[in-house]
């Protein structure tokens, strides 16, 4: 059964950066980041097929990114130019089996991490 940490939350003033990791353990081709503020839906963020093809939410494009480092199972997002509104918990997910192109689509990925909270404040 494969389990997901996160870690690297905290907090970060506006246009400052933080990097998330999510350390695995078992296998997951697929990961992604999900992110969900107080009284919100969660959303997608980015998304990772093995450790080359990647999604982001348009709101994140040019200032995330989405990585793994193969050998240790780790998916990292990388959070520059942080604004308030990127305040939320952030969950790491990941499924071992995906068909057609990479998306942020929840109901696709099988397994959850606990969340980090990320707070960016002015």
């Known amino acids: 059964q494969v389990q997901l940490v996160e870690s690297g939350g905290g907090s970060a003033q506006a246009g400052g950066s933080l990097r998330l990791s999510c350390s695995a353990s078992?296998?997951?081709?697929?990961m992604a980041w999900f992110r969900q503020a107080p009284e919100t839906e969660r959303e997608g963020v980015a998304a990772?097929?093995?450790?080359?093809?990647?999604a982001y939410a348009d709101s994140v494009k040019g200032r995330f990114t989405i990585s793994k480092d193969i050998s240790k199972n780790t998916l990292y997002l990388q959070m520059n130019s942080l604004k308030l509104e990127d305040t939320g918990m952030y969950y790491c997910?990941?499924?071992?089996?995906?068909?057609?192109?990479?998306?942020?689509?929840?109901?696709?990925?099988?397994?959850w991490g606990q969340g980090t909270q990320v707070t960016v404040s002015s």
């Open positions: 990772l097929a093995g450790d080359k093809t990647s």
């Open positions: 997910a990941g499924t071992k089996w995906w068909s057609g192109p990479l998306s942020l689509e929840e109901h696709r990925f099988n397994y």
């Open positions: 078992g296998y997951t081709a697929y």
